[in-house]
């Protein structure tokens, strides 16, 4: 694999809301997951990309793709070449995630860049040289990965905001997903570069300013949401968002 920043051809986001198709290029493709997954067949071998690996699809390779609604990828288009003239699956680190979203402006676009509309929406890439450069980094040193049970994240998170009065420790989370919780665990930390309870405290806080911003009583709130006692919702408030419970109320 040659590094460098003259690697793409080119280089884009792509946000996807459900389509499937099937083709093949004269070029290779890269496809790295920032968020969601997309189902894939390879030449006749199934395969997927998520939001904690990536994927070189060589020149010339027949391939389909089922994006699920919602999913968001670095495409790289790169001329064929050794280290891009096979199938490969490689793992991509929460923390070079980060620094590819960083370099292709993903973070900044998600306030509104890709819209959240039908269709595939694409947007290019200025900094080629610099994704090139945090890709050559990643690919050098990224260890090839098997298949993995997919989370299904959805419906996990249906059924925790729907209950969440409710304790909810990180076996019960990972019973919903037929996982071991030290496995669950892991899986969870891979995608999304946190814990599971850390994703959890940010959801009940999150469903805690959109009450108390509606007006909701504090003490209410914070039963709704899982927290013991009002007091203990403010603290959280105060250590997790830097703010009290009446800052977040509508004037």
């Given at each position: 694999m040659r590094s460098g920043p003259d690697l793409p051809l080119s280089c884009t986001l792509r946000r996807y809301s459900g389509e499937h198709a099937a083709h093949a290029?004269?070029?290779?493709q890269v496809l790295i997951g920032l968020q969601g997954r997309m189902e894939l067949e390879v030449q006749g071998r199934a395969a997927f990309v998520d939001a904690a690996c990536g994927i070189v699809i060589p020149a010339g390779a027949v391939h389909g793709y089922l994006a699920l609604p919602g999913a968001r990828f670095c495409v790289i288009d790169a001329a064929a070449q050794p280290g891009l003239d096979r199938l490969r699956r490689f793992a991509v680190p929460a923390e070079a995630r980060r620094g590819l979203g960083l370099a292709t402006g993903a973070?900044?676009?998600?306030?509104?860049?890709l819209p959240g509309l039908p269709g595939v929406w694409t947007l290019p890439v200025g900094d080629v040289a610099r994704v090139a450069a945090h890709f050559c980094a990643?690919?050098?040193?990224?260890?090839?990965?098997?298949?993995?049970?997919a989370l299904p994240l959805e419906r996990l998170q249906q059924a925790v905001s729907a209950a969440l009065h409710e304790p909810w420790p990180t076996a019960r989370m990972a019973a919903l997903c037929h996982m071991s919780p030290q496995r669950f665990h892991a899986r969870w930390q891979e995608l999304a570069g946190t814990t599971p309870q850390a994703w959890l405290r940010g959801l009940r806080l999150d469903a805690a300013a959109q009450r108390l911003a509606r007006g909701q009583r504090l003490d209410d709130v914070a039963l709704a949401c899982g927290?013991?006692?009002?007091?203990?919702?403010?603290?959280?408030?105060?250590r997790e968002r830097g703010t009290g419970a009446r800052g977040l109320r509508r004037p």
């Amino acid at each position: 694999m040659r590094s460098g920043p003259d690697l793409p051809l080119s280089c884009t986001l792509r946000r996807y809301s459900g389509e499937h198709a099937a083709h093949a290029h004269d070029h290779a493709q890269v496809l790295i997951g920032l968020q969601g997954r997309m189902e894939l067949e390879v030449q006749g071998r199934a395969a997927f990309v998520d939001a904690a690996c990536g994927i070189v699809i060589p020149a010339g390779a027949v391939h389909g793709y089922l994006a699920l609604p919602g999913a968001r990828f670095c495409v790289i288009d790169a001329a064929a070449q050794p280290g891009l003239d096979r199938l490969r699956r490689f793992a991509v680190p929460a923390e070079a995630r980060r620094g590819l979203g960083l370099a292709t402006g993903a973070l900044e676009s998600e306030g509104g860049a890709l819209p959240g509309l039908p269709g595939v929406w694409t947007l290019p890439v200025g900094d080629v040289a610099r994704v090139a450069a945090h890709f050559c980094a990643l690919l050098d040193r990224a260890p090839r990965i098997l298949a993995r049970r997919a989370l299904p994240l959805e419906r996990l998170q249906q059924a925790v905001s729907a209950a969440l009065h409710e304790p909810w420790p990180t076996a019960r989370m990972a019973a919903l997903c037929h996982m071991s919780p030290q496995r669950f665990h892991a899986r969870w930390q891979e995608l999304a570069g946190t814990t599971p309870q850390a994703w959890l405290r940010g959801l009940r806080l999150d469903a805690a300013a959109q009450r108390l911003a509606r007006g909701q009583r504090l003490d209410d709130v914070a039963l709704a949401c899982g927290y013991a006692t009002g007091s203990a919702l403010a603290s959280a408030l105060r250590r997790e968002r830097g703010t009290g419970a009446r800052g977040l109320r509508r004037p």
